[in-house]
């Protein structure tokens, strides 16, 4: 699993060939393939024509997993343990797929996402992308 946000020690901010993603302490990856998890907060929209793009800043995390049980020891499960290392203070932008799918912790109408986004809260996402490097799956991560 490829993971789309690394923390930089170089210091040097320059663009790449497409001005897309930049280098900076903590930035997105400069090749962001269809199989690379992009870990994204702070997510707007912009509509151009037809097609929404996200502009979005991306985020180091860190994920584990935990045995859970209660008091007894009994209802036992495992659960995902989040640890944001950084956010970066550059914007990214990558278009979104007419036919994403939304989980929270389940799969959700697509407009739940819009809904996610209106209220202002500060969510966490991890966006996959299609083989046209669209957004074409998004999910909420539990960290708040």
Known sequence: MLSACNKEQNRNHT???????RQEPCACE??????TIISATDIRLKKEAKNITLVFRCASIVTGTASVSDVHGNNEHCEALYDVQCVSSVDARLQLSGDFKYFTDQLRLQQLFFEDLKSNAEYYFEFRLDKDRKINSISRLPIR
């Open 15 to 21: 663009l790449n060939n497409d001005n897309f993603f």
């Open 30 to 35: 400069k090749a962001i393939k269809t199989d």
